[in-house]
């Protein structure tokens, strides 16, 4: 069975740093892309990074430079650095995967885990 959990969120001022961690399970991690994603309060959910199989990574154009997500496929875990985080940043943050070789329509979320930046 295909898991992935997050941690790593937290309350945290303005203009700090969190790492957000997504521990997968249940897959084969290195053949997996990891997608990094992020729901706002009353907004929909947005694709924030993503890291491919050949450590490949792109990001939302309006993160560029502040985010940097990285794996590290001994401990089947995916990482988000997040630097000089803004109130904007505040939202439920989720990773998600097609989960290779299980591949189900929809891929596979983890439960998410709650990023508050206060100003």
């Known amino acids: 069975q295909v898991q992935l959990v997050e941690s790593g969120g937290g309350l945290v001022q303005a203009g700090g740093s969190l790492r957000l961690s997504c521990a997968a399970s249940?897959?084969?991690?290195?053949?997996?892309?990891i997608e990094w994603y992020r729901q706002p309060p009353g907004k929909q959910r947005e694709l924030v990074a993503r890291i491919t199989s050949g450590d490949g990574t792109s990001y939302a154009d309006s993160l560029k430079g502040r985010f940097t997500v990285s794996r590290d496929n001994a401990k089947n875990t995916a990482y988000l650095q997040m630097n000089s985080l803004k109130p904007e940043d505040t939202a439920v943050y989720y990773c998600?995967?097609?989960?290779?070789?299980?591949?189900?329509?929809?891929?596979?979320w983890g439960q998410g885990t709650q990023v508050t930046v206060s100003s």
């Open positions: 998600h995967t097609e989960g290779r070789p299980y591949i189900r329509s929809g891929g596979y």
């Open positions: 249940g897959m084969i991690f290195s053949i997996n892309t």
